[in-house]
């Protein structure tokens, strides 16, 4: 599946509740399946701090995609990662960039990712966006570097 | 003439409305408070009739605000029961307040090697002011420890104080925790030092009578929008004996006497510390809040609260995997718990879809979250126009989440 293919599959998945109480016991399951983050790389690097919970997240490139993991303390917070990171995780530097993550306003969680709303995940969305500018421009300066050894 | 609930509740008009299509029930109190329809007709009226720059106009309009002003000052001068309008100071909140004592008060009085009192229990508008002059001026930040309740350590305070503390600054009630300070006796024991206290009555003022004669503070500090008034409009009582004392801490129009290239001169209190237009609409509508607030009974106020308090403690105390934070005998109506190990967060997220309105998170008081070891409490802050049935629907709120989390 695409991107955007998982971002519609998701909105379904949602679309099947009216009331608040089961999307939420819906991300509470997703968050038991986020794929969590090492402990050793649980460190102040990888925290990602909100005033109202905490977000750790690590991001491994493998010179063609970034896979990511990650953590929180909150449960809730936990089920919004897991979706970002369904996304967004396993893909290329270039796709993580153009990606435009609508599927969060689709599901009601618009509110969550509001800048008024400090509970990391909007920070969380910017630095999974870092990372892939950082990989790319790595790349970038790789395929460069090659180019000019070949000349 | 004591008034019923329905009637209190009647006259805030965002207190009927819904949210999520369930009844608004509004624990939040200690953030900002609603406000009564009187308030908000005072305000308007202020726009709507009779609009005009304060102490500077010779037309009838800007007279007649003036006037309004002024008596503005005369109602917060006798709300507090201060000696004269002179010590009634208009800033633009607790905050403002803080940080132009810290600022001016720390030109004036304080030198390399002094120190300020704080408490464990501060809100950072009492803390980030002070530390901020403490940089500037190479003074150091003494810290009154706490018990596990979250109760000052009086003791510990009295050995704090030294011919090297220039000042005390403490809450009066706990933001994060409810826990009421005991006030009097840390000024009496500061002043037989001849040292001056100043006290953040943010959590204070609307709970029940505060007597800035009676407890002998210097300095005190509150918010309009925490006691039924507007935002942007707050107070700082000064004894007049220190501010004649203090720079002003802004420059600008109707502080100065005279002003030429060479030398400015002030005008006299209380106009010395307020530079350019005032929040004068925000006065106004303060003054009406307190009226409301003198009205309705301060003493009626503070014993709803108390049942409040009583109910919600006992309620929550019910509940086996509730943890209430700052239990002591000396509160104000605000509860700070956690359920279990359930994320604070969670919580308020769960609560808020039920339709009530709690705080999560470290309510800007780091400093006594690390020193209970928590990152955060969800906070249920409630004031006299709240209901034992809205809080048996926080029970039934709390019940939700733990079964959602548990």
């Known amino acids: 599946m695409d991107m955007n293919e998982i971002q519609d599959s998701i909105i379904e998945e949602f679309s099947l509740f009216d009331d608040w109480m089961d999307k939420y016991n819906l991300l509470i399951d997703l968050g038991k399946g986020l794929p969590l983050i090492e402990s050793k790389f649980k460190t102040k690097d990888s925290l990602i701090e909100g005033c109202q919970s905490k977000v750790w997240l690590h991001p491994e490139f493998d010179g063609r995609i970034i896979s990511f993991t990650a953590d929180s303390d909150a449960m809730i917070t936990k089920g919004i990662i897991s979706l970002l990171i369904k996304v967004l995780s396993g893909r290329t530097p270039r796709e993580i960039i153009a990606t435009e993550l609508y599927f969060i306003d689709r599901i009601g969680l618009r509110q969550n990712l509001s800048p008024t709303r400090s509970n990391g995940l909007l920070a969380m969305v910017r630095q999974m966006k870092l990372y892939a500018m950082a990989y790319q421009a790595q790349s970038a300066g790789h395929a460069t570097q090659e180019q000019i050894e070949k000349n | 003439m004591v008034k019923e609930i329905t009637e209190i509740r009647n006259d805030f008009p965002l207190l009927s409305r819904k949210v999520y299509d369930k009844p608004l029930v509004y624990f939040d109190n200690g953030a900002t408070t609603q406000k009564p329809q009187c308030v908000l007709d005072a305000v308007k009226e202020v726009y709507t009739t009779y609009n005009g720059n304060i102490h ?51 030109e004036r009085f304080v030198r390399p090697g002094d120190e300020i009192i704080l408490s464990t229990l501060e809100h950072h508008a009492n803390i980030v002011p002070w530390q901020m002059m403490c940089e500037r ?40 925790l409810g826990v009421v300070l005991p006030v009097k006796e840390i000024i009496e024991s500061a002043h037989s030092l001849g040292i001056p206290v100043l006290v953040d009555g943010a959590q204070g003022i609307q709970h029940g009578v505060v007597d800035v004669s009676s407890i002998d503070c210097d300095f005190y500090a509150f ?61 106004i509508g303060l003054a009406k809040a307190l009226d409301y607030v003198a009205s309705t009974g301060r ?99 709390i019940e939700k989440v733990i079964s959602m989390f548990s």
């Open chain 2, 56 to 106: 500077r106009g010779v037309h009838a309009m800007s007279d007649r605000t003036s006037e309004a002003y002024e008596n503005a000052r005369e109602t917060v001068r006798a709300f507090l029961n201060a000696s004269a309008k002179e010590e009634i100071i208009f800033t633009s909140g607790t905050t403002g307040s803080i940080n132009s004592i810290a600022f001016s008060f720390g």
């Open chain 2, 137 to 176: 001026k190479g003074a150091v930040l003494k810290i009154i420890p706490v018990n596990d309740n979250g109760e000052i350590l009086i003791g510990e305070y009295k050995k704090l104080l030294s011919g090297k503390t220039r000042i005390v600054a403490v809450s009066h009630a706990s933001n994060a």
């Open chain 2, 223 to 283: 918010s309009g929008h925490k006691i039924y008034g507007p935002t942007g409009i707050g107070v700082l009582y000064g004894k007049q004996k220190w501010l004649e004392e203090l720079p002003p801490w802004q420059g600008g129009g109707d502080m100065v006497e005279r002003v030429t290239f060479e030398k400015t001169t002030y005008n006299q209190l209380p106009f010395k510390f307020e530079a350019g237009t005032m929040n004068y609409a925000g006065a």
């Open chain 2, 299 to 397: 003493e009626e106020i503070a014993w709803r609260e108390s049942i409040l308090l009583d109910y919600a403690t006992e309620l929550l105390s019910g509940i086996p995997k509730v943890r209430i934070y700052g239990n002591s005998e000396k509160k104000i109506s605000t509860i700070s718990f956690l359920i279990d190990d359930i994320h604070q967060y969670d919580t308020g997220m769960i609560l808020d879809k039920m339709g009530i309105a709690v705080r999560t998170g470290n309510h800007c008081a780091q400093p006594v979250m690390d020193r209970l070891g928590i990152s955060g409490t969800v906070r249920a802050s409630m004031c006299f126009y709240n209901t034992t049935d809205e809080i048996n629907l926080l029970g039934t709120g």
